[in-house]
């Protein structure tokens, strides 16, 4: 028969008296299902547990975890599974009916900035991890790892709506799980367990670096650093990075990497980087190192 295992039979029904249950669901953080080393990403639930954060600042995007703001009305509906009918009433079960996300993004969570962001997840093969109102996590248990439930990634479809006389702005998010998951696979992860609240992560911001004219030196280059929310003027400036560790400077003409001896901002939003001197028309790579952050420029070397 479809869906059946033929060599078992009924499934023992009993129960313990303290099950643990997922509770209302808060956010989802979406998640690459393949990293470009080919390794699946996933939790191995026979190890040490990761430090959290460092998921979501993981230098390789393709290993990142990409965590969303808390959704308003969240509706995870079912569809009827298929089913054939014989004119004498007989039923077939065909396969079971997909699993729908529907949720909404509020007022500053809902900018069209993030809306670009949400878009370009269509274009990746992901799934995501649910998080409840309480902070756990919620995925799908398999040999010994919790995987991020797989998402149909062409029917993910973020519409932005306009704010009117009685709504606010808003994303509203809808998407299909993949058809082949199997539901009975799902664990969590509690707050307890983890040592974190899930709720609490939050996801990278992006760094926009642009450098003006005369902006670099044998040893040192300036740029300016925005973020990309704001308004069509004035973007939002990247500021307080002034310590040596919140960025990483690489030679890329030489394959090295150079050591930041100074950062200066002045005025805000701009910064010099000092470093040994390089050759003329070398290429360096300047990324954002600060907890929280992501972005990168290339300058030459005059």
């Not at 600042?57 to 009918?85: C, G, H, I, Y």
């Not at 014989?86 to 065909?94: D, K, N, Q, V, Y």
């Not at 990309?228 to 690489?250: I, P, R, S």
């Amino acid at each position: 028969m479809i869906g059946c295992n033929c060599n078992v039979g009924l499934s023992n029904t009993g129960r313990p008296g303290c099950v643990p249950l997922f509770s209302i669901v808060s956010s989802l953080i979406l998640v690459p299902l393949v990293a470009n080393d080919g390794t699946k990403n996933g939790i191995d639930l026979n190890a040490v547990l990761p430090v959290w954060s460092d998921l979501v600042n993981e230098t390789d995007a393709s290993k990142r975890w990409f965590p969303l703001a808390a959704f308003e009305n969240v509706e995870l509906p079912k569809a009827d599974s298929q089913m054939e009918e014989a004119a004498s009433g007989r039923m077939a079960f065909l396969r079971p009916g997909k699993r729908s996300f529907t949720g909404e993004l509020w007022a500053e969570d809902s900018t069209p900035t993030t809306l670009g962001k949400l878009e370009a997840a269509r274009c990746v093969d992901f799934g995501v991890y649910v998080v409840d109102v309480n902070g756990n996590l919620i995925g799908s248990e398999v040999n010994g790892f919790l995987y991020p439930i797989p998402v149909d990634a062409a029917s993910w479809n973020p519409t932005f709506a306009f704010a009117t006389d009685t709504t606010v702005q808003k994303i509203m998010l809808g998407f299909d799980f993949n058809r082949l998951f199997d539901e009975s696979t799902m664990y969590m992860i509690t707050e307890a367990e983890a040592g974190i609240n899930f709720t609490t992560l939050d996801g990278l911001i992006d760094v926009i670096m642009t450098n003006g004219v005369g902006a670099a030196t044998f040893d040192d280059v300036t740029f300016d650093a925005k973020l990309q929310f704001g308004t069509a003027l004035n973007k939002l400036l990247y500021k307080g990075a002034t310590a040596l560790t919140d960025w990483t400077l690489f030679n890329v003409t030489g394959v090295i990497p150079i050591a930041v001896t100074s950062v200066v901002e002045n005025p805000d939003g701009t910064y010099t980087l000092g470093f040994a001197a390089q050759l003329p028309l070398d290429v360096i790579r300047v990324e954002v190192s600060k907890i929280g952050f992501d972005g990168e420029t290339l300058i030459t070397m005059p």
